[in-house]
């Protein structure tokens, strides 16, 4: 489910992520995955190609370049990612991260874990 807030007037968005303290711009809960190592080379939807070491992620409608924050709701800890890819291509998903980012999240064993989503600043 998707809780969205206003939008800013400016939905363009620098390379580096904001600093943490931002206002939240929507809110989605549901299951995160992570990319597994045969995509390691492959271009993304936008073009960029997938680096494992990178803080990226799938999701199937947010802009390319937005930065949202994913809070693991097993363990609290939360990483930034930035949206570069389209997916998760598994209806029960809501997005798919980065090894990096799973490692953040310390979700590697699990596999798929119950996550919060935050909008913290849209990309183009």
């Known amino acids: 489910m998707l809780y ?36 390691v080379g492959r271009r993304t939807a936008n073009g960029d190609i997938y680096r494992r070491e990178e803080l990226t992620a799938a999701h199937r409608t947010f802009p390319f370049g937005t930065f949202v924050r994913v809070v693991n709701l097993r363990n609290g800890r ?7 890819d389209r997916g998760p291509h598994v209806a029960s998903r809501i997005v798919d991260l ?15 874990v119950p996550v919060r989503v935050e909008v913290m600043r849209w990309g183009n």
């Not at 969205?4 to 390379?15: D, E, I, Q, V």
């Open 98 to 112: 980065s090894r990096r980012a799973a490692e953040e999240l310390d979700m590697i064993r699990d596999g798929v």
């Open 4 to 39: 969205a807030g206003c939008l800013p007037a400016s939905r363009g968005g620098g390379a580096s992520p904001p600093t943490s303290g931002g206002n939240v711009l929507a809110v989605e809960q549901g299951n995160a995955s992570y990319y597994g190592d045969e995509f």
């Open 78 to 84: 939360d990483v930034m990612v930035r949206i570069n």
